[in-house]
């Protein structure tokens, strides 16, 4: 169960952090991170962090969003900066969890980033 926060209308050149938790488990996510989907397009990676810290973006966001997490709350963030209005779009925390037999994923129910003036 993922619980998002934050989003909402910011103006181009703005910031906004989102927060996701993972919450109602005892397990620790191996990857927590962040897709989006714009009206009419397909869903797409924004960012991910692993267990370890390793991080990836994509190349549109990189140097102006940043990902982050608290491994120990199963909590990740998502500092955007210098926003522009093509990162307009829903936003979505996914979770996975990897056993040795198959991988278990999470996703939040969503959060609207509007970057408009």
């Known amino acids: 169960h993922l619980v998002e926060s934050g989003g909402g209308l910011v103006q181009p050149g703005g910031s906004v952090r989102l927060s996701c938790v993972a919450s109602?488990?005892?397990?620790?996510?191996?990857?927590m991170g962040w897709y989006r989907q714009a009206p009419g397009k397909q869903r797409e990676l924004v960012a991910a962090?692993?267990?370890?810290?390793?991080?990836n973006y994509v190349d549109s966001v990189k140097g102006r969003f940043t990902i982050s997490r608290d491994g120990a709350k199963n909590t990740v963030y998502l500092q955007m900066n210098t926003l522009k209005p093509e990162d307009t779009a829903i936003y979505y925390c996914?979770?996975?969890?990897?056993?040795?037999?198959?991988?278990?994923?999470?996703w939040g129910q969503g959060t609207q980033v509007t970057v408009s003036s």
């Open positions: 996914h979770a996975r969890r990897s056993t040795a037999v198959s991988d278990f994923n999470y």
């Open positions: 109602g488990t005892i397990f620790i996510m191996n990857t």
């Open positions: 962090v692993t267990s370890g810290g390793s991080s």
